[in-house]
């Protein structure tokens, strides 16, 4: 029973959020803003953790995510962006069919062209994510889980080269690394004898892919669909207007 009852309560607490990184061209004009909307559906792989002794079977976990998200052009061909949103979390094992609810998470970062030649640009981007405490509880007979998901800290880093498909379109690819952590916090209760254990676990897979599609629609108006590659396929759209 306590090994279930370990098992459950790391699969459960590790909800994953990276979001779309974006093409490399800014959405903002050079000293203007942009604001946009977004969605996101990823999937990942995570190492096992330790608790109580026990190790856990590596697990997946998928997440939805919306946001908004401002962007700033702070000099030709280069922008910072801020991004606010919810996301839940979902995991189904053979034993597990949890759902967790939408909480708050902050995103900043920054990308910009160094390399420019006719219909083609080359540049890095960085992202990272800050997101909120997760805790909930578990009653198996007599005894109680309490657990809390601390000090989510997710970090990307990048190239891309983007390709003008016409006028409008273009197409973008290139190689991440992603760093994805966070710390969990166990206390177990039994008949008034309480015990508590923590770890911090991280993604597999850090180095991956991403592939994107989008371009104007209407005057001042883009939208975006992104494919993000690592141990499973994670991807989403997003709609910008510049001002």
């Given at each position: 029973m306590k090994r279930f009852l370990v098992v459950f309560l790391v699969l459960v607490s590790l909800p994953v959020w990276a979001g779309e990184f974006g093409p490399l061209e800014p959405s903002a004009k050079e000293g203007k803003f942009s604001l946009g909307v977004g969605y996101f559906y990823e999937q990942l792989k995570w190492e096992a953790a330790t608790l109580f002794e026990e190790?856990?079977?590596?697990f997946k976990?998928?997440?939805?995510?919306?946001?908004?998200?401002?962007s700033f052009g702070v000099t030709k061909g280069w922008e910072i962006f801020a991004r606010v949103g919810v996301a839940d979390a979902k995991l189904k094992e053979e034993y597990i069919d949890f759902k967790d609810g939408y909480k708050f998470f902050g995103t900043i970062g920054a990308k910009g062209v160094v390399y420019s030649t006719k219909g083609f640009n080359i540049g890095p981007f960085v992202q990272a994510s800050l997101f909120s405490q997760y805790k909930d509880s578990l009653i198996e007979d007599q005894t109680k889980i309490d657990f809390k998901l601390k000090n989510r800290f997710d970090l990307n880093l990048g190239l891309l080269g983007q390709a003008n498909i016409n006028n409008n379109f273009f197409v973008y690819l290139g190689p991440f690394y992603a760093y994805n952590r966070t710390k969990l916090e166990v206390k177990v209760s039994e008949l008034g004898v309480s015990v508590s254990d923590s770890d911090t676990v991280k993604a597999k897979a850090p180095i991956g892919g991403v592939i994107g599609l989008g371009g104007q629609i209407a005057k001042n108006l883009r939208f975006n669909a992104e494919a993000q590659i690592r141990n499973r396929i994670s991807a989403g759209a997003s709609l910008s207007y510049s001002f």
């Open positions: 190790k856990t079977e590596p976990t998928k997440s939805n995510q919306f946001y908004l998200q401002g």
